[in-house]
T-cell receptor, first 114, second 113 residues
Framework: NAGVTQTPKFRVLKTGQSMTLLCAQD?????MYWYRQDPGMGLRLIHY???????AKGEVPDGYNVSRLKKQNFLLGLESAAPSQTSVYFC?????????????FGNGTRLTVT | LAKTTQPISMDSYEGQEVNITCSHN???????ITWYQQFPSQGPRFIIQ???TKVTNEVASLFIPADRKSSTLSLPRVSLSDTAVYYC??????????????FGTGTRLQVFP
């Protein structure tokens, strides 16, 4: 069972470059999320999706775009990378159930913007 | 805002019981309390979840008082491998309110030999 898979694991960008981070889950989860984590800090929600074709802003959405064209995939895009976007990015997914469904996380993408 | 407050860090020794408390004064009726564990270079992973009173699994226990304004994660007889950051999250699973998807800075637990 793969769970939540993030690609790539590492990436170095120059300021102004663009890239897309891919998140794939094989658990048939409806909800998917993108978080960023900076050194010594907790996770901050960037964007999330409650189903295929839907996205919504989280706590820190500026500078990022997302797409959920397929239920199993959630893409995070950086159109023009900035040094402030140097971080570790985590994707998560969950069921939308009547009880609180735990989040299942990937192992992250470490992004450095120079 | 559905905000949680935890101690920034805690130290313990192997074999001791560790209790980490999370304050969530604005918890709503439908909210559950979920704890996650995060090791360096990994994503958080689910430990335990509860709504009221006490929940126990093979890893930990979760104690929730009647007013549900706080909760305590209890790790029995910790080992070096329990050194990690522990997060408390309060939410109802429908995730329409992003306040309930916000992790705090967590509690950094350091276990010494």
């Amino acid at each position: 069972n793969a769970g939540v898979t993030q690609t790539p694991k590492f990436r170095v960008l120059k300021t102004g470059q663009s890239m897309t981070l891919l998140c794939a889950q094989d658990m048939n989860h409806e909800y998917m999320y993108w978080y960023r984590q900076d050194p010594g800090m907790g996770l901050r929600l960037i964007h999330y999706s409650v189903g295929e074709g839907t996205t919504a802003k989280g706590e820190v959405p500026d500078g990022y775009n997302v797409s959920r064209l397929k239920k199993q995939n959630f893409l995070l895009g950086l159109e023009s990378a900035a040094p402030s976007q140097t971080s570790v990015y985590f994707c998560a997914s969950s069921y939308p159930s009547g009880t609180n469904s735990p989040l299942h996380f990937g192992n992250g993408t470490r992004l450095t913007v120079t | 805002l559905a905000k949680t407050t935890q101690p920034i860090s805690m130290d313990s020794y192997e074999g001791q019981e560790v209790n980490i408390t999370c304050s969530h004064n604005n918890i709503a009726t439908n909210d559950y309390i979920t704890w996650y564990q995060q090791f360096p270079s990994q994503g958080p992973r689910f430990i335990i979840q509860g709504y009221k009173t006490k929940v126990t699994n093979e890893v930990a226990s979760l104690f929730i008082p009647a007013d549900r304004k706080s909760s305590t994660l209890s790790l029995p007889r910790v080992s070096l491998s329990d050194t990690a950051v522990y997060y408390c999250l309060v939410g109802d699973g429908r995730s329409y309110n992003t306040d309930k998807l916000i992790f705090g800075t967590g509690t950094r637990l350091q276990v010494f030999p």
